[in-house]
């Protein structure tokens, strides 16, 4: 990643108002015109000339290839009507043996012509090897090439993105999609070339021996043609259901797999493996009825093959008895017309690659033509801002959708240095708040001012630099505790992040664990407890040390013993620092220096605790509700 990592906790996995990842079983990609793999391409044309633009820095090595490939076909296409004057050599000598003739069979004529073949052999096989590297060497560098572009356009895609398409459905493009354009071109180029090169060649060659049984020859075209295309037709519509349904099987896998701690929970076992066999049972269907067409074509392709030998055969003997033909030209037209008949069939394998790769390619040059978060006139640098941390909502207005607004006027003003809670119920827009702070999205309406300059004026990543937050779902990678808690700050020393660690009460469970700050995490984070996972998202947040902290629920998984030591270490950390704390326990928050009241995305109260109290109004009736359900629950 170019950009500096975002001091946050958390891969974002919710969607507007808090909403949670698609329910267990439902199919992926459902929920948008996402094309999956091996469908038709919507624009065959305009897709292949980006895919060619895309593959002009390896012009010249494809070139190289099909250069190749040619002289590879042509020296093996060479060798057949070379191999025919050793049998047409043999034949002469033992006509003039039987005849009593004097000589019989030149040995040394028929030893150079086999020099001769191995030479064209060797030359064949070096063209091929060398075609085979250098194509191996281009698909893998457009492979390399493709990743780290989409790689590169993840890191500028809106958030809203991502709650817009699962991410399934990302990994599929990335992966899949990348393989197939890649394995596809790799086998289209060599395989074109190739198919091109022997169908005029090998025509070439059997014109010069007979244009009689060429003629022949090319009257089984039509039936193995159309053959090839009954069966694409057929069947390329169970390879598109094969594709969908395996992308719908990995998904639902992925999916239980992630899930399989609450699946066990509620006893879903039986229900996850019902929907999976559903859509088994799918992928097996359309999966067998497109190997079985397929593999009709070889067998009747060889039944018309056989039937146009017999002929070929029988028009040959009759050739040969006259003397237009000899038993060597007859030998090296069987051998051209089997090789003639196998670039038809290579065609139509052609034409479903081709296919395949025009698809996976479009759904690429799909996703990298997706909006990217722009910046528009970036005014300030934070290197040239003194930053204090004075923050003002104007009249802030955004909608996640147009018909469903979610902050509907909201203002506020906030000095450096001040504890700011946000409290209300859920779906008031607390969290939106803070996303919108950090440009997140884009208000539809108003302004939000750092220091009186307008955030906007800043670019999102500098103004990133001076955020640090903690969410309360938490986010940890594979790696080592040393370098989870320094990825709020990677080029801090080992003894600043154990002092972060320290602040966050993090170190004394640190050192009890096996190999202590070099654990390694594994991908899931589960050799952890979920509030040790929290308290290393804060330690991140203090290492960081940034002049705003934003704080959404960061306590919510620790025990209340912890949760007061790390409220401790917090208010030590946020003097001289604005910090904003969302909270749903309000006992939490009664020491900040402003309370604001959110409900329905506005603020209907702002002030101390005290002061909110003594109003007796909203927030009083939050707050008093907490200790009603407590003292409902003692007396049940």
């Known amino acids: 990643m170019n950009e500096k990592p975002m001091n946050s906790s958390t891969r974002s996995q919710t969607g507007p108002g808090g909403s949670r990842r698609r329910p267990m079983g439902r199919p992926p990609g459902r929920g948008g015109p996402i094309m999956m793999g091996g469908e038709k391409p919507k624009d065959f044309k305009r897709t292949i000339k980006r895919l060619l633009k895309f593959l002009s820095p390896f012009k010249w090595r494809i070139l190289l290839v099909a250069f190749c490939s040619a002289a590879a076909t042509v020296f093996a296409i060479v060798s057949p009507r070379i191999f025919g004057e050793i049998t047409n050599e043999l034949a002469k000598g033992v006509m003039i043996m039987t005849s009593g003739g004097s000589g019989g069979i030149d040995f040394e004529y028929i030893g150079m012509i086999m020099l001769i073949l191995l030479g064209l052999y060797v030359i064949s096989m070096l063209f091929s090897y060398l075609q085979g590297f250098t194509m191996a060497n281009i698909s893998t560098n457009i492979e390399y090439n493709l990743r780290n572009t989409m790689m590169a356009k993840i890191n500028k895609l809106p958030i809203s993105f991502f709650q817009t398409m699962t991410h399934g459905e990302v990994l599929s493009r990335i992966t899949n999609d990348v393989d197939t354009v890649t394995m596809s071109l790799n086998n289209a180029i060599s395989q074109s070339i190739q198919t091109i090169t022997t169908l005029i060649g090998v025509l070439i060659m059997m014109l010069t021996i007979s244009w009689q049984l060429t003629l022949i020859a090319l009257c089984m075209i039509p039936f193995s043609v159309g053959f090839t295309m009954l069966v694409v037709r057929f069947s390329q519509k169970h390879f598109k259901n094969q594709q969908k349904y395996l992308g719908t099987v990995n998904g639902h896998v992925e999916e239980v797999y992630g899930g399989h701690v609450v699946i066990k929970a509620f006893n879903g076992e039986e229900r996850a493996l019902e929907a999976f066999d559903v859509e088994n049972d799918r992928l097996y269907n359309s999966g067998w009825r497109a190997q079985f067409l397929t593999g009709l074509m070889m067998p009747i392709m060889s039944l018309i093959g056989n039937l146009g030998y017999v002929v070929i055969c029988i028009m040959g003997a009759y050739l040969t008895s006259i003397g237009s033909m000899t038993i060597g030209g007859i030998q090296a037209f069987i051998q051209y017309i089997r090789a003639f008949t196998q670039p038809i069939t290579q065609i139509a394998n052609l034409s479903t690659q ?137 080029s801090a020393s080992d003894e600043e992040v154990i002092a972060a660690a320290k602040a966050a009460q993090v170190d004394h469970f640190v050192r009890t664990l096996p190999g202590s700050y070099q654990m390694v995490l594994n991908e899931e984070s589960t050799n952890v407890s979920q509030g040790q996972k929290q308290l290393l998202t804060i330690a991140r947040a203090i290492l960081a040390n940034t002049k705003i902290l934003i704080l959404d629920e960061a306590t919510s998984s620790v025990d209340t013993r912890t949760e007061i030591l790390i409220q401790r270490a917090m208010d030590n950390l946020l003097k001289g620092r604005t910090s904003f704390i969302i909270a749903h326990r309000l006992s939490t928050i009664r020491n900040a220096d402003l309370i604001l009241c959110m409900k329905d995305g506005d603020i209907v109260e702002q002030g101390t605790h005290d002061v909110l109290m003594a109003q007796n109004g909203f927030y009083a009736q939050l707050y008093n509700s907490q200790f009603e359900k407590v003292s409902q629950l003692t007396e049940g």
């Open 354 to 490: 081709m296919q395949s790769m025009a698809a996976a390619a479009e759904r690429i040059f799909e996703f990298l033509a997706f909006d990217e978060e722009t910046d528009g006139d970036v005014k300030y640098k934070m290197s040239e801002t003194d930053v204090r941390g004075d923050v003002r909502f104007e009249h802030v207005k955004f909608s996640y959708y147009e018909d469903q607004p979610v902050i509907k006027d909201f203002s506020a003003t906030v000095s450096a240095g001040q504890k700011i809670a946000i409290v209300g119920p859920t779906g008031a827009g607390k969290t939106t708040m803070v996303k919108l702070l950090m440009r997140f999205h884009d208000l539809q309406d108003g302004a939000i001012y750092l220091d009186e300059r307008n955030i906007a004026d800043y670019a999102r990543a500098d103004l990133r630099t001076q955020f640090g937050m903690v969410l309360q779902d938490t986010w940890l990678y594979n790696g080592t505790i040393m370098e989870n808690i320094r990825y709020g700050n990677l």
